[in-house]
């Protein structure tokens, strides 16, 4: 196991990812482990500092989360957050309780901008707060470092032990200094050197990936997204061709997306791609299924059968390489700690307990954004690396209940007309990604002098960075009216659009 310059312990907190996201992005390498990782395993990856998450529960109720005492012990800088304060605080001797007045939201506090953590930020800054208890008694040989009106300790250090802890999320976007604040703890407090880059990933992951697969070969199964084109251009540059890709035309994609993904793979990247027909099989399979969990993994599990049917065609095929990013494992499944699962993604939960080949994903640590970075610096061309995300269900989880053939076909044609027109309006690039939902909702309409009972479909657009938070973007109403006016005019079947203007959370960015 290699050193991690940073390891955070999950409590279960939905921020967990953003910490690391943070770190990254100030060039920070960092890992997620749960919270119960044992001491030894801890002790294996050599951390220079230990970030302990934020949680949903209470330090002082009986079988609440608590790593392995001896963390305390390690001699290794220290940072608490919520949670995680809660928890130094209970362990090293000081009080916990639920507060009177809880705090969630904005909050001012005024911090001590001489403490190494708070190092070039304001006296008084603004922070995201979201607690039901507080430290009402600091351990000993701990001060005060930061105070709310709510909050008399929301920022503590022990500068001895070098251990801290903050009441508040500096993870999140709405805490004015919190990238700071995170930097601070990785370089100035844990003396980390910030050179983790894209270019040092590829060349980590080139040499990892070359020892594990050896002299075997890999089938690599391809969406044409941004993720699974990266994750293949990464194999192609590690083992040249002993990669096999595979694309699965499902009958799930957007209007005239096997034809594009040909032409990319085969003129763009000059790798043979194996396509597989198979609309038939997957429409068979969701015929009749409503629920969209249940829909996710019938679509994982015939993904799989497909890859597995092909890789006995060929010699030595050992391993399933896939695009999984760090977002769709932390939805989709608790691998890490006591997060929740959101959802299943096709790709992580939706895979069957065994499997005849190996997993191979090279980008199961790294956010959208990073991939994309990875994409240019592997040399992808800006046109693949920056277009929107697509579900690997695809369009079965645009289509509301049932997936029939006619149902993808409307969704299909409004859907490349939304695309078409941000495009022409610039608003392509704006957005982090925008779509149609086919919402199998019938509603009355009229076209001349004729009544019509036709589907509804939602416009669905956000803006984010990272895909685990989201707004809705604000796009111009008369784009909006040239879209809807369009879709209605010309895919024969709709006869209303509806705009989404909720965010992530409390929504989800694709409806199913």
């Known amino acids: 196991m290699r050193q991690t310059p940073i390891l955070i312990l999950d409590f279960g907190s939905q921020y967990t990812q953003l910490i690391a ?33 934020g949680g949903p529960a209470s330090v002082y109720e009986e079988g609440a989360y608590a790593p392995d005492r001896a963390v305390f012990d390690l001699q290794t800088p220290i940072l608490g957050v919520c949670y995680g304060m809660h928890l130094i605080a209970h362990t090293l001797g000081g009080a916990v309780v ?28 603004i922070v995201w707060m979201s607690h039901a208890d507080r430290v009402t008694k600091l351990p000993e040989g701990f001060c005060k470092i930061a105070e709310s009106q709510n909050a008399p300790f929301a920022a503590i250090a022990h500068d001895q032990k070098q251990i801290f802890a903050l009441q508040f999320h500096p993870e999140v976007a709405h805490t004015e200094f919190g990238a700071k604040i995170l930097a601070n703890f990785a370089i100035n407090i844990c003396q ?98 409503r629920e969209p969990e249940k829909k996710r993994k019938i679509i994982g599990h015939t993904f799989i059968d497909l890859f597995e049917s092909e890789a006995r065609r060929h010699k030595d095929v050992a391993f399933l390489a896939q695009g999984t990013l760090y977002p769709d494992v932390i939805e989709s499944v608790s691998v890490r700690g006591p997060s929740k699962t959101i959802k299943t993604h096709h790709n992580v939960g939706g895979l069957p307990e065994k499997l005849a080949l190996d997993l191979i994903e090279p980008l199961r640590e790294l956010f959208k954004d990073e991939v994309r970075e990875l994409g240019l610096e592997l040399g992808l061309p800006e046109e693949m690396v920056f277009r929107h995300p697509f579900p690997g269900p695809g369009l079965a989880v645009r289509v509301i209940g049932d997936v029939k053939k006619e149902s993808l076909e409307l969704l299909r044609e409004a859907d490349a007309i939304l695309l078409d027109e941000l495009k022409k309006s610039g608003y392509y690039q704006k957005v982090w990604q925008a779509f149609c939902v086919l919402l199998n909702v019938h509603s009355v309409g009229v076209m001349g002098d004729n009544r019509t009972y036709d589907n509804a479909v939602a416009i669905r657009a956000v803006e984010s960075s990272d895909g685990m938070t989201a707004n809705f973007a604000k796009l111009p109403f008369e784009l909006l009216e040239t879209i809807s006016a369009r879709i209605i005019n010309e895919v024969k079947g709709i006869n209303r659009a509806v705009y989404d203007v909720s965010s992530k959370p409390p929504a989800t960015i694709e409806w199913e």
């Open 21 to 53: 996201r943070r770190l990254r992005e100030a060039k920070i390498y960092c890992e997620i482990a749960p919270f119960s990782e044992p001491i030894g395993a801890i002790r294996a990856r050599k951390p220079q500092g230990i970030i302990l998450s």
């Open 98 to 125: 639920q507060s009177d007045a809880q705090e969630y939201g904005k909050a001012e506090i005024v911090a001590d901008e001489k403490s190494r953590l708070f190092s070039g930020t304001n006296h008084k800054q």
């Open 192 to 289: 980390i050197n910030p050179d983790w880059t894209m270019k040092s990933f590829a060349e980590e992951q080139i040499a990892l990936i070359r020892e594990r697969v050896g002299g075997n070969k890999v089938l690599c199964a391809l969406s044409g997204g941004v993720d699974s084109s990266v994750a293949a251009a990464l194999l192609h540059k590690a083992i040249g061709d002993r990669l096999i890709p595979v694309f699965v035309d499902n009958g799930l994609l957007r209007k005239d997306e096997a034809a594009r993904v040909k032409q990319i793979f085969e003129e763009g990247l000059k790798l043979p791609l194996i396509t597989l027909q198979a609309e038939a099989i997957f429409l068979s399979r969701l015929k009749g299924i």
